[in-house]
């Protein structure tokens, strides 16, 4: 059974920093693109960054280009999002998602990826 499972989300102070984790098992991810989303009360989900199997090449979202980071550790199956400088407007819940095998390359858009974890709460009160 494969299980994607977010953690390290809280609340923190506009300015401030939180760093996100994402523990995969029941599938390897080392030759997966894996990505962040985000979903704001009342909004669909959005699109946050995204990196590739070898960590050759990442992409972000405008609203969060130099301030988030995605990094990945293929040997430990995890997922990172660290988020410095965090804004009201970057409170969601965020989802760590990950293409198929084979699925080499980043893409932007949540119907590339297969597998979803469960989410987990940031909130930036201002």
């Known amino acids: 059974q494969v299980q994607l499972v977010e953690s390290g989300g809280g609340l923190v102070q506009a300015g401030g920093s939180l760093s996100l984790s994402c523990a995969v098992s029941g599938r390897t991810i080392g030759d997966s693109a894996m990505a962040w989303f985000r979903q704001a009360p009342g909004k669909d989900r959005e699109f946050v960054s995204t990196i590739s199997w070898n960590s050759d090449t990442t992409f972000y979202t405008n609203s969060v280009k130099g301030r988030f980071t995605i990094s990945r550790d293929n040997a430990e199956n995890m997922l990172y999002l660290q988020m410095n400088n965090l804004k009201p407007e970057d409170t969601a819940v965020y989802f760590c998602?990950?293409?198929?095998?084979?699925?080499?390359?980043?893409?932007?858009?949540?119907?590339?990826?297969?597998?979803w974890g469960q989410g987990t709460q940031v909130t930036v009160s201002s």
């Open positions: 998602a990950a293409r198929s095998h084979a699925g080499y390359y980043i893409r932007d858009t949540a119907v590339n990826y297969v597998d």
